[in-house]
């Protein structure tokens, strides 16, 4: 029986939306610990904003970091799953598009999000991905 979607998802979401300053997006993303939030506009997925973001769309290039909302350093474009869809779709998505989180929508309404974390941690904990995402964070 193939692994569906809803099995191995986080669904503790930290959400924003698009108007959010990016200060507080990162402030959100070192207390709960997460690198990555999703941008929501009325309840719908309107996009997704890594640290790495962060850092290259608004801090390398200079200026008034403070000045800057979630819209304009969020992809737009994303790659989504259903919970119902087979892990391996996941992992063949992750592949093709060269992405590490895949977030998982009912309709355009996100309900959980899929890492490569929590990937290697269900299919291969004792790998060095499975190990690293199973610790626990630095301090």
Not at 20 to 43: C, F, H, K
Not at 92 to 115: F, K, Y
Request: hydrophobic share 45%; glycine share 8%.
């Amino acid at each position: 029986m193939t692994q569906k979607v809803r099995e191995i998802m986080t669904t503790d979401l930290v959400t924003v939306d698009p108007l959010t300053s990016v200060i507080n997006v990162a402030q959100l993303m070192r207390r709960d610990d997460v690198g990555d939030v999703l941008v929501v506009d009325e309840g719908r997925l309107v996009g997704v904003v890594t640290d790495r973001d962060l850092v290259v769309r608004v801090m390398a290039e200079g200026g008034n970091v403070g000045n800057h909302t979630v819209a304009s350093a969020c992809s737009k474009d994303m790659v989504t799953v259903a919970p119902d869809d087979d892990v391996d779709q996941v992992i063949g998505l992750m592949r093709e598009w060269a992405v590490r989180r895949v977030p998982v929508v009912e309709g355009d309404r996100p309900v959980g999000i899929v890492s490569l974390g929590d990937l290697a941690i269900e299919r291969d904990p004792r790998s060095a991905l499975g190990d690293i995402s199973a610790a626990r964070p630095n301090e």
